[in-house]
């Protein structure tokens, strides 16, 4: 339960890296490729930018409620029916659309990429079952597992972009700005609403399971800003060695540039040991989705323990990942046309609401202090 | 048809194991709430999967998301920010 996990400012950090990383490193750079073609680098350096600015807003909605989380702060601002409906709302239509939809992104690329006789459900069982397993356990396990965790993600992504920087070509990045600004935007805004606006659910268990709240904020802010720049050297890496195009037609273009790597025609087909890197940082997407999801039911219905809630939840997401798309072009059509708007209806438009219901609420009870003195 | 039951009967199957594991904990320590919504979650889970196992058709619960955020959608779009 919340107020019980004390977690530091260290752990935060390499979790926030983590969660930005998360799925977006498989298909981001393919998305914002066919929108901004050559210049996607630089619309993922403006969809961080427009990212941290978002951070800012929920680590101030986080700084004004110190010792609450996301639900608690609903109930307080919303008045309690409607901030509970409004939570449940939200967590239910997050469901549905983050884990889930993360769990079916590694079925299908374990299905199409790499081990194609699968069925993807025994993919999705698997991968469903650590989740579950590092769930249950609870936060401080899955933080201290990120910690161990950590290394190995940073020594393969390290020696992933080392291997592949040697077959950079620069032509591909020019010419700059060949369409003018007005592509940046759209693939910048997709950037921005895949990789940062998720992390809305993490004032569920920043600003009240945290020892340390002054060095917090900080954390929260260099982990995403590590987990975004990774982002945007993927894509850059992408758009250099590939080209707009052939990222552009990858489904998973990282996994496409991590093929391309062959020093001396010794070291090559070593894509599968980069794909652990996704398997990482997926996995800590997914457990922070469910973690959170199961400690926002418990705090809306008031439960004494919440890890019980953990199994049957993950039975849901197992069948709700092969739901929840159809198949690809659906995927593809659903993450460009609805799910920009829906996060940025709960990610950006819902907590302004809160923050102006906050600043009504302090007006009145001043005015309210000043007509009684 | 008869895959088809035997699916059902593993889902069942499933769903036993995962009460065996939570129920007992939870009856001993009388969180009757904690019960409750198990109890639900898990039956929509089982729900769900039987229907997906009988191949039913599921409509995704995307298609209504969608229709909701049509005219936010279509206005992004409008004004160049969508794709």
Not at chain 1, 44 to 54: E, K, M, N, P, S
Not at chain 2, 44 to 61: D, E, M
């Amino acid at each position: 339960m919340p107020g019980q996990i004390k977690i530091s400012a260290r752990q935060i950090m390499i979790l926030t890296t983590l969660f930005t990383v998360g799925s977006a490193i498989l298909i981001i750079p393919s998305g914002m490729a066919s929108v901004a073609k050559q210049d996607a680098w630089i619309a993922a350096l403006v969809g961080v930018g427009a990212g941290l600015l978002i951070l800012y807003m929920y680590s101030k909605i986080a700084s004004l409620y110190p010792e609450m989380t996301l639900i608690g702060i609903m109930e307080t601002l919303l008045g309690k029916w409607l901030g509970k409906a409004a939570g449940l709302l939200f967590f239910i239509t997050l469901f549905i659309n983050a884990p889930a939809p993360v769990l079916f992104y590694i079925g299908n690329f374990m299905t199409t990429q790499m081990i194609p006789e699968t069925p993807i459900l025994a993919v999705n069982i698997l991968f469903a079952l650590i989740v579950v397993l590092a769930a249950r356990l609870g936060l401080e396990v899955l933080v201290r597992s990120a910690e161990l965790l950590f290394p190995l993600f940073t020594l393969l992504y390290i020696s992933f972009v080392g291997l592949v920087v040697s077959d950079i070509k620069l032509e591909n990045v020019q010419p700059v700005l060949e369409a003018g600004v007005g592509p940046i935007w759209p693939a910048a805004l997709s950037f921005c609403c895949t990789v940062f606006i998720p992390h809305i659910i993490m004032l569920m268990i920043f600003p009240a399971s945290i020892n340390r709240s002054d060095q917090t904020r900080k954390a929260f802010f260099i982990g995403s800003l590590i987990g975004g720049l990774m982002l945007v050297v993927v894509v850059t890496l992408a758009i250099l060695v590939l080209g707009p195009d052939l990222t552009a037609r990858n489904i998973y273009p990282s996994y496409a540039l991590a093929k391309k790597i062959s020093i001396g025609n010794f070291l090559q087909r070593i894509e599968a040991i980069m794909a652990t890197m996704w398997f990482i940082s997926l996995f800590f997407r997914i457990t922070l989705y469910m973690h959170t999801t199961v400690t926002a039911i418990a705090q809306i219905f008031r439960l004494k323990e919440d890890r019980q809630l953990v199994l049957p939840l993950g039975m849901i997401l197992v069948i709700m990942s092969i739901i929840v798309y159809p198949n690809v072009p659906y995927q593809q059509t659903y993450d460009t046309k609805t799910w920009v708007p829906f996060s940025l209806s709960i990610g950006l438009l819902f907590p302004l609401l809160l923050l102006c219901i906050h600043g009504i609420r302090t007006m009145w009870s001043k005015k309210r202090a000043e007509s009684k003195g | 048809m008869l895959s088809h039951m035997v699916n059902v009967l593993g889902i069942l199957l499933i769903a036993a194991a995962i009460s065996l594991v939570e129920v007992p904990y939870m009856w001993k320590k009388g969180l009757k709430k904690e019960l409750w919504l198990f109890s639900i979650l898990l039956f929509v889970a089982v729900g769900i999967s039987c229907a997906k196992a009988l191949h039913w058709l599921i409509p995704t619960p995307l298609d209504w998301i969608t229709a909701v955020y049509r005219p936010f959608s279509n206005f992004l779009t409008h004004i160049g920010l969508i794709r």
